[in-house]
């Protein structure tokens, strides 16, 4: 599989599928992840206002990456699709240091635009640029052959914008993961992992290029029920506003208790699973559990082979359903902490669709779950 079937088929390195992070292919595979560690991204919460798109690229020797908006999140050399007409922002930044610049192209290979060069790793630049007829894709000059990708003309008359706006049982906005068809994004900044702000914004996630038709809308963040829906996209502009509920899981029935090293979990109690890596957890449909975890190793993440996408914040515990990293759907996902010797206790009700904890982090960290 070429690393840009993999980009299209996994789950983006910031993006999760269901709720659980996965693999993410680059055209760099297994070292893009070392060069985000040192670059602070320019990352709208949200799409623009206007007609216009912002989009944001990682520049790397092995091809471009896609950071923004979600639909190009994590993909190699992805298309960038551009309102016709309209004014929108490039904004890439260098992600290895080596030089690069970023040149957009007419369909006889003839230059339209091109930013000036840049060699230091983490520096950004951008290009504004109104989208025409003729504009056909982009490149980088010292790397004409791997860091190339299209660009797609797209008529604002048919494509719509749906603005899926987020709060609890009280009106006041949730941070939550939405899903509109194959599309994912947050409802807000603080949504995303270590991207918390003190005072949060609006919670509204926007999906600004969608063609007539319906769309399954899934909602949903720890602590709250998931919410289904569906939404007709006809002609016009669309908002949708996801009410959650609160869960209230009840008093444990047992509490397990773990601690996290690298690559792996290992049971502290009951007597059952001491000293056990990746125990079992035998638990039972519709009853509530506890689960105390000790991360030992702090933020530190171990180079792996599945790691190709940006290092989370730390470590956190996380039930999903069985199967492949980039088909698992999450039940559980606790706060991410990042001191070595942190504990935290994590509650929730067991269902018969559990069947694997783990570390988002750490994706090998992971151990099965028995649901009678």
């Known amino acids: 599989m070429s690393n840009e079937q993999r980009s299209r088929d996994d789950v983006s390195r910031r993006g999760v599928l269901r709720g659980t992070a996965a693999i993410a292919g680059t055209a760099a595979a297994g070292t893009a992840g070392a060069y985000r560690d040192e670059i602070d991204f320019r990352l709208p ?38 309102i016709e007409g ?39 630049t951008s290009l504004t640029v109104t989208a025409e007829e003729g504009m056909a894709g982009y490149y980088c000059v010292p790397h004409p052959v791997q ?58 996630a926007r999906f600004d290029m969608l063609e007539d038709g319906e769309y399954d809308v899934e909602v949903w963040t720890y602590g709250h029920e998931r919410l289904t829906d569906t939404v007709t996209i006809d002609g016009d502009d669309a908002a949708f506003t996801a009410t959650l509920s609160a869960t209230e899981p009840g008093d444990p029935a047992e509490t397990y208790s773990m601690r996290l090293e690298e690559g792996r979990w290992v049971g502290v109690g009951p007597d059952a699973i001491a000293d056990e890596e990746n125990p079992t ?39 999903a359903s069985g199967g492949d990293t980039n088909e698992w759907n999450t039940y559980v996902r606790s706060d991410f902490l990042d001191e070595a010797g942190a504990t935290q206790t994590v509650e929730f009700v067991a269902t018969e669709e559990m069947a694997v904890y783990l570390d988002q982090s ?10 009678q």
């Open 281 to 319: 957890l035998e638990l039972e449909a519709g009853e509530t559990y506890a689960l105390e975890w000790e991360n030992t190793i702090g933020q530190h993440q171990p180079e792996a082979d599945n790691r190709t996408y940006e290092p989370l914040p730390g470590h956190n515990f996380v039930i």
């Open 362 to 371: 750490q994706l090998d960290a992971v151990g099965e779950i028995d649901v």
């Open 45 to 82: 919460a949200t799409q623009n206002d206007g007609a216009g798109r912002t989009l944001s690229l990682l520049g790397i020797v092995g091809g471009w990456v896609g950071v923004a908006p979600a639909e190009i999140d994590g993909r190699s050399n992805p298309p960038l699709r551009l």
């Open 147 to 204: 860091m190339r990708g299209p660009i797609e003309l797209i008529d604002a008359e048919e494509v719509h914008e749906l603005r899926v706006r987020v709060e609890d049982e009280n009106g006041d906005p949730l941070g939550a993961e939405v899903f509109v068809g194959d599309h994912h994004s947050f409802s807000d900044v603080a949504a995303k992992p270590g991207q918390q702000e003190e005072e949060a914004p609006p919670a509204v």
């Open 86 to 124: 309209e004014d929108h922002e490039i904004v890439w930044t260098n992600g290895d240091g080596s030089r690069h610049n970023f040149t957009l192209e007419d369909e006889d290979g003839n230059v339209i635009e091109a930013t000036d060069f840049v060699e230091e790793q983490g520096e950004s």
